[in-house]
C-alpha cells in the first residue's frame, strides 16, 4: 500500500473510532462531539459556541452533577447576543441529540442540560 493509503486509511479509522460507552468522561464527550460535527452539515458555528460553552460549565461542576443554567449566563460566553437565537441553536441541539434540554419556563429557575454519549 502507498504512504497516500496508509495516510487516507489512517484518517478514516481515526474518524470513525469512538470511545468505549465505560470511559463516558467529560473530555471524551467533548470529543466525540468534534468528531459528530465533522460530518454534520447542520451544524455552525453558532452551535460549536454553543456547545463549547456549556461543556465548560458542566466540566467546573463536580462529578455527577446536572447542569442546570439560565441563557443570561451562558449568552455572553458563546457571544449570542440574541435570545431567538439563543433558544433556536439550543433547541436544534436539543433536537439533533448532542444535548438533552429540559426548558424550566420558569424565570427562577434554570433550565437543564444533560449531555448525550453518543
Known amino acids: 500500500m502507498t504512504a497516500q493509503g496508509l495516510k487516507a486509511k489512517r484518517k478514516q479509522e481515526e474518524k470513525n473510532y469512538r470511545f468505549p460507552d465505560y470511559m463516558e468522561n467529560k473530555e471524551h464527550t467533548l470529543i466525540n462531539f ?3 460535527i465533522e460530518s454534520d452539515n447542520r451544524i455552525t458555528t453558532a452551535h ?3 456547545y463549547v460553552s456549556l461543556w465548560k460549565r458542566w466540566n467546573e461542576l463536580q ?4 447542569l442546570i ?3 443570561y449566563e451562558v449568552m455572553p ?3 449570542i447576543s440574541s435570545y431567538s437565537t439563543y433558544h433556536k441553536i439550543i433547541r436544534q441541539l436539543n433536537e439533533y441529540r448532542y444535548i438533552k434540554y429540559t426548558p ?3 424565570h427562577y429557575s434554570g433550565s437543564m442540560i444533560e449531555f448525550n454519549h453518543k
Open 34 to 36: 468534534f468528531q459528530d
Open 48 to 50: 460549536i459556541s454553543l
Open 63 to 66: 462529578p455527577g452533577q446536572c
Open 69 to 71: 443554567i439560565f441563557s
Open 77 to 79: 460566553v458563546c457571544k
Open 104 to 106: 424550566s419556563y420558569n
